[in-house]
């Protein structure tokens, strides 16, 4: 579907205008169903040339004119929505969302600082028409987790490896499949812990089970996980059981701010994301709250740029709006100065491993490219598939620009003291 350029109207026209002259500044060619695209110069942001490994000009396809003013009118919301409904096509969608983001202003330069003000300001303006709190939120936290986590089973396996790890893995040799990075992601996790078999050990976000299973397997430690998916707490029981690991591992089905107890360590993997910004109090008081005197926490978390996050957290974008609702990612600056202000933990290490998501979520849409017939059999339209694609490229491309990133925190209550190095011999 498209329209000549003597039918379209006003409002479209300056919409078309809008969107091919911000792909011109990120070196986008465009082409359009029935007549020829504009072609673009150099790739050039507001700053000047952009470096890095992207190379050539993407080249995007619009098949429905309407998706100017979808784009126009709805940001990233309007780009996903869009290209779900089929209005526009990339030769290369991770290159193109890449270029995207290149070409949007420098947080600290001066057309970053005033995107950032309008932003605050529209933010402020939304939340005082729709009331800024949500108490805390519990059974729309259910719902959101169920809306994400809660697709299937079959869906998941389709694309994640075998062990359904649903986080970033660790390639630390090369020639790692994905299921080898996935499990020593879980071993580095468990050495930062210092697990050892004596350990009483609390996961929140279980998951299917992943890390519960392998830290009581491997280290014969006693593990409680909780998870407020209905899915994911009816498969890691299962899994639990069919492992023979039902005298080490308990799987809940509770809120974390229900829980009661204390263990030497916890855990978090990429659970943080949908806790929201207003809950982060809440949430690392109760980790602190259910650690012994000599506690450690492990938290990976996806993280966003420091000088992004007070305009990210109160906008909505294309994940929040239809992948994950309800999800908020976390500072690295937001992390530490709340546990700072509101426990008695510390930070006592911090690793950043975003580049190994960047892989990870290239294998995950490797995967669920070969499978999606298979997806599509489990009753999930064209659009739905769409989306999904959009939402791991989307993703691999945020990693690759290191406008997200990924980290692993290791968090100690006061009494917690590390193992002794070993120095020299006298």
Request: aromatic content about 8%.
């Amino acid at each position: 579907m498209t329209a000549t350029p003597g039918t379209e109207a006003p409002g479209q026209r300056l919409a078309r205008a809008a969107v091919l002259a911000a792909a011109r500044r990120a070196g986008i060619d465009v082409a359009e169903d029935g007549r020829p695209g504009p072609t673009t110069g150099p790739t050039t942001g507001p700053t000047g040339p952009t470096t890095g490994p992207v190379t050539g000009p993407s080249t995007v396809t619009v098949h429905d004119p309407a998706a100017y003013r979808a784009i126009v009118a709805g940001g990233s919301v309007g780009l996903g929505t869009s290209y779900a409904a089929g209005g526009w096509d990339a030769d290369d969608l991770v290159g193109t969302v890449r270029a995207v983001i290149r070409a949007l202003p420098r947080p600290g330069g001066p057309a970053g600082r005033l995107a950032g003000a309008v932003g605050r300001t529209t933010a402020l303006v939304g939340a005082v028409g729709r009331g800024d709190g949500r108490g805390d939120g519990r059974e729309q936290d259910r719902r959101d987790i169920q809306a994400h986590y809660d697709l299937g089973d079959d869906f998941f396996a389709a694309f994640l490896d075998p062990t359904l790890t649903y986080s970033c893995a660790y390639f630390d040799r090369p020639g790692m499949s994905l299921e080898e990075a996935s499990v020593a992601k879980l071993d580095r996790l468990c050495a930062k812990l210092d697990l050892r078999s004596e350990d009483d050990v609390l996961e929140i976000g279980t998951g299917w089970g992943s890390f519960a299973v392998h830290a009581a397997a491997r280290y014969g430690c006693r593990v409680t996980t909780t998870t407020i998916s209905d899915r994911q707490y009816a498969y890691a029981s299962r899994r639990v059981a069919d492992a023979g690991l039902g005298h080490l591992v308990t799987v809940r089905h509770d809120d974390y701010r229900d829980l009661r107890g204390s263990w030497d360590k916890l855990v978090s993997v990429e659970m943080i994301e949908a806790v929201g910004w207003r809950q982060y109090p809440t949430f690392f008081e109760a980790c602190a709250d259910r650690l012994r005197p000599h506690g450690l926490m492990a938290l990976q978390a996806i993280v966003i740029d420091d000088a992004l996050y007070e305009r990210a957290k109160r906008a909505d974008d294309f994940i929040k709006a239809v992948v994950f609702p309800g999800s908020c990612i976390p500072s690295v600056a937001a992390i530490v100065d709340t546990v700072a202000r509101h426990t008695d933990l510390g930070v006592v290490g911090l690793e950043d491993i975003g580049q190994h998501y960047v892989e990870t979520l290239h294998r995950w849409r490797q995967q669920f490219t070969a499978n999606r017939s298979t997806i599509a059999d489990l009753g999930f339209d064209e659009p739905f598939l769409r989306t999904w694609d959009l939402y791991l490229a989307y993703c691999e491309a945020g990693f690759a620009e290191r406008r997200i990133s990924d980290v692993q925190m290791v968090l100690a209550k006061p009494g917690w003291r590390p193992r002794p190095v070993d120095g020299p011999q006298p």
